[in-house]
């Protein structure tokens, strides 16, 4: 039998042939995301109408995007020749059928996009009206807290600046637990900034259930150092999970006068999820991940434009290894200059 599978892709929807299984919604031009339909993960699944589709925790395998028929025998748990049948049976969709799907499904993600932003704005506006993270860093000296930030590798002067804290009080498994408060800010109308949210860092918190947000519905914001820079990364800049790391090796970068221009990047754990347009801007982009993040660091560089990105292995986390004296900040130049090609 002869397969013609070109024809049968051209002739097969792809978002049309998925969205019966899951909940999709747009974060780029010709990319939606949502729950797999199989592990059910929320943002593991990725459908782009360029590419293909991918799920990050159920295809662990170098081909990153795959197809239609892929798809049908990743679903039905059938070979390919089934699949291809599949498909072939369908006739497919008239050009005016879909039309009027793309412009049914536009329509609706505008509606979608319009209320997110209506939503987002209310919460941003409640948020910035409490100013909660005001409290919680004036609680530093007023219980006598700012040795839990100064271990963390943090001087007193970069503590001001980030405006971190210490919440006594924080719900956790129903409960109050004591957390460090980290808030995260975003220029606003040019002259100032406005919190997007404040995470907690819950203390003596079990390993991987140790991080929640003030606000539910926000999102996970990138962490910037540079707080007063522009809405988006300019220039060349350094990508670590999570806000510590960022703030800890932005502190340390800024003692050497080759990298104090660098912008430094926290990411919210190990996630690729609607970053890459606040990197259009960006110019070299290293990447140190965790030790246990090599494949996520790869595929964080696709995402990115591997040309540009260079990817820095450690044995252990960057700012722990700062803390601890075990990497020196004269050593931080060289480890740039000796990064890897994605």
Same mark, same amino acid.
């Given at each position: 039998?002869?397969?013609?599978?070109?024809?049968?892709?051209?002739?097969?929807?792809? =978002?049309? !042939?998925?969205?019966?299984?899951?909940? =999709?919604?747009?974060?780029?031009?010709?990319?939606?995301?949502?729950?797999?339909?199989?592990?059910?993960?929320?943002?593991?699944?990725?459908?782009?109408? @360029?590419?293909?589709?991918?799920?990050?925790?159920?295809?662990?395998?170098?081909? =990153?995007?795959?197809?239609?028929?892929?798809?049908?025998?990743?679903?039905?748990?059938?070979?390919?020749?089934?699949?291809?049948?599949?498909?072939?049976? @369908?006739?497919? =969709?008239?050009?005016?059928?879909?039309?009027?799907? +793309?412009?049914?499904? @536009?329509?609706?993600?505008?509606?979608?996009?319009?209320?997110?932003?209506?939503?987002?704005?209310?919460?941003?506006?409640?948020?910035?009206?409490?100013? #909660?993270?005001?409290?919680?860093?004036?609680?530093?000296?007023?219980?006598?807290?700012?040795?839990?930030?100064?271990?963390?590798?943090?001087?007193?002067?970069? +503590?001001?600046?980030?405006?971190?804290?210490?919440?006594?009080?924080?719900?956790?498994?129903?409960?109050?637990?004591?957390?460090?408060? +980290?808030?995260?800010?975003?220029?606003?109308?040019?002259?100032?900034?406005?919190?997007?949210?404040?995470?907690?860092?819950? !203390?003596?918190?079990?390993?991987?259930?140790?991080?929640?947000?003030?606000?539910?519905?926000?999102?996970? #914001? !990138?962490?910037?150092?540079?707080?007063?820079? #522009?809405?988006?990364?300019?220039?060349?800049?350094?990508?670590?999970?999570?806000?510590?790391?960022?703030?800890?090796?932005?502190q340390h970068l800024n003692e050497i006068d080759c990298l104090a221009?660098?912008?430094?990047?926290?990411?919210?754990?190990?996630?690729?999820?609607?970053?890459?347009?606040?990197?259009?801007?960006?110019?070299?982009?290293? +990447?140190?991940?965790?030790?246990?993040?090599?494949?996520?660091?790869?595929?964080?560089?696709?995402?990115?434009?591997?040309?540009?990105?260079?990817?820095i292995d450690l044995p252990a986390k960057i700012d722990d290894m700062?803390?601890?004296?075990?990497?020196?900040?004269?050593?931080?130049?060289?480890?740039?200059?000796?990064?890897?090609?994605?």
């Amino acid at each position: 039998m002869t397969y013609d599978i070109a024809a049968i892709k051209a002739q097969t929807d792809l =978002l049309a !042939l998925i969205e019966p299984d899951t909940t =999709l919604r747009r974060v780029a031009a010709r990319e939606y995301a949502g729950p797999c339909p199989k592990c059910a993960g929320v943002d593991r699944f990725r459908v782009n109408l @360029d590419k293909g589709w991918f799920c990050r925790q159920c295809l662990n395998d170098a081909r =990153l995007w795959h197809d239609e028929i892929d798809y049908i025998m990743w679903r039905d748990g059938c070979d390919f020749a089934t699949a291809y049948n599949r498909l072939g049976g @369908d006739p497919g =969709l008239t050009v005016e059928q879909r039309a009027r799907m +793309i412009a049914k499904r @536009d329509t609706q993600e505008r509606k979608r996009q319009d209320d997110e932003r209506r939503e987002r704005e209310q919460k941003l506006i409640a948020l910035n009206a409490g100013n #909660p993270w005001e409290e919680y860093h004036q609680n530093l000296d007023k219980m006598d807290k700012r040795q839990l930030w100064r271990e963390r590798g943090l001087i007193d002067e970069w +503590i001001d600046y980030y405006q971190v804290g210490y919440r006594p009080d924080t719900y956790y498994h129903g409960a109050e637990a004591p957390a460090l408060s +980290i808030p995260i800010f975003e220029p606003y109308n040019y002259t100032s900034l406005r919190a997007v949210n404040v995470i907690y860092r819950i !203390l003596d918190a079990p390993n991987g259930d140790k991080y929640r947000p003030h606000m539910a519905g926000l999102g996970k #914001p !990138l962490y910037r150092c540079d707080q007063f820079g #522009p809405p988006v990364v300019v220039g060349d800049c350094l990508i670590v999970e999570g806000e510590i790391k960022a703030m800890v090796t932005y502190q340390h970068l800024n003692e050497i006068d080759c990298l104090a221009c660098m912008q430094v990047v926290g990411i919210a754990g190990k996630s690729m999820a609607d970053i890459a347009p606040q990197f259009e801007q960006a110019g070299r982009i290293w +990447i140190c991940l965790d030790p246990d993040a090599t494949e996520e660091a790869e595929r964080l560089a696709e995402a990115l434009g591997a040309a540009r990105c260079r990817i820095i292995d450690l044995p252990a986390k960057i700012d722990d290894m700062l803390v601890e004296c075990s990497l020196v900040t004269d050593d931080l130049a060289a480890l740039f200059r000796g990064a890897r090609r994605a």
